[in-house]
């Protein structure tokens, strides 16, 4: 079990930066599939990006603007957001699964943090 939350939400102007953390109880590089999802309250929790050990994937909405990368030795799981738009606005979760997937379906994902606001506007 891997407890997880997540900091560095905030609100940006369009075309700026925020980078998200996302802090586990455990190790997760070698344990985990981990993912940032987000959600709005007209849409449906999303995948945004995962990475299972060195692997990475990012959906095609955020794709060379977004990057997901993991500190290892520290256990935290980042989210770089440059870029960004109004419609990146939303709730960004992390989120754990087992290993054996590498998805961004969240249906995967069994442990998730709390939730950072992100909020882009002009």
């Known amino acids: 079990q891997v407890q997880l939350m997540e900091s560095g939400g905030g609100s940006v102007q369009p075309g700026g930066s925020l980078r998200l953390s996302c802090a586990a109880s455990t190790s997760t590089y070698d344990k985990y599939t981990m993912a940032w999802f987000r959600q709005t309250p007209e849409k449906e929790r999303e995948g945004v990006a995962a990475i299972r050990g060195d692997a990475t994937s990012h959906a095609d909405s955020v794709k060379d603007r977004f990057t997901i990368s993991q500190d290892n030795a520290k256990n935290i799981l980042y989210l770089q957001m440059n870029s960004l738009k109004p419609e990146d606005s939303g709730v960004y979760y992390c989120?754990?699964?087992?290993?054996?997937?590498?998805?961004?379906?969240?249906?995967?994902?069994?442990?998730w943090g709390q939730g950072t606001q992100v909020t882009v506007s002009s």
């Open positions: 989120a754990g699964g087992p290993r054996a997937w590498f998805s961004l379906n969240r249906a995967y994902y069994s442990y």
